[in-house]
């Protein structure tokens, strides 16, 4: 059974703060995924990786950085917490494979809100 | 910039009836189609995926694919209460080989079955 696992999930920090989120998959995924997910917004991609040490951008990336030190880990990291960071984040994994454009499924974890007061 | 549009809802159906669940896509080169239900406070999981066009089904479920007008919907017959959720349409954008595997989703669309 795939099991993606994040740190925390309730999280309360204060503005300015530095925050680190983590995620674990047990699947050996290639990739993994940051999202946040606000009311009316939907699932925002913040960061990805598709390999150790490799990321790429998502669509809303400012503000936010990522490690992938490990295949199993990915950490997001808020440099300096907002207000408008106030959410629920979601990390997700899959397996690569291109060919003739499928995509494996992604897995989530169970989220973590994060409150910046 | 590539969207995906899904109407928010709610959708409110009754008890042993169909939900229909509509999702548009910009990207005339999506491949991919899936559809990920989400229950309030938890996780997204999927249930259905489609690549081809025409229909696929799973069980209660029914997904259908129209690249030439880039929609992709989701049938859900004999709908229960337990199908209330939010329903979320999730496009892998036609971006080529690449190392990785970039995957637009929509607002979602919120599904109440009525007992």
């Known amino acids: 059974d795939v099991k993606v696992t994040q740190s925390s999930r309730y999280l309360v920090k204060r503005t300015g703060e530095k925050v680190f989120l983590e995620c674990v998959q047990d699947?050996?995924?290639?990739?993994m995924f940051w999202y946040r997910q606000d009311p009316g917004l939907g699932l925002r991609l913040i960061y990805f990786?598709?390999?150790?040490?490799?990321?790429e951008k998502g669509d809303i990336p400012e503000g936010y950085s990522v490690s992938r030190e490990k295949k199993e880990r990915f950490s997001l990291i808020l440099e300096s917490a907002s207000t408008n960071q106030t959410s629920m984040y979601l990390c997700?994994?899959?397996?690569?494979?291109?060919?003739?454009?499928?995509?494996?499924?992604?897995?989530f974890g169970p989220g973590t809100r994060l409150t910046v007061t | 910039q590539k969207e995906v549009e899904q109407n928010s809802g709610p959708l409110s159906v009754p008890e042993g009836a169909i939900a229909s669940l509509n999702c548009t896509y910009s990207?005339?080169?999506?491949?991919?189609f899936f559809w990920y239900r989400q229950y309030s406070g938890k996780s997204p999981e999927l249930i259905m995926f489609?690549?081809?066009?025409g229909d696929k089904e799973d069980g209660r479920f029914t997904a259908q694919l129209n690249k030439a007008s880039q929609y992709v919907s989701l049938l859900i017959r004999d709908s229960q209460p337990s199908d209330s959720a939010t329903y979320l349409c999730?496009?892998?954008?036609?971006?080529?080989?690449?190392?990785?595997?970039?995957?637009?989703f929509g607002p979602g669309t919120s599904l109440s079955v009525i007992p």
């Open positions: 990207d005339r080169g999506s491949q991919s």
């Open positions: 489609i690549y081809s066009n």
């Open positions: 997700a994994s899959s397996f690569y494979m291109w060919l003739g454009g499928i995509s494996y499924e992604q897995y």
């Open positions: 990786s598709y390999d150790v040490k490799m990321k």
């Open positions: 999730a496009v892998k954008v036609g971006i080529g080989k690449t190392s990785y595997d970039k995957v637009i």
């Open positions: 699947m050996d995924h290639e990739n």
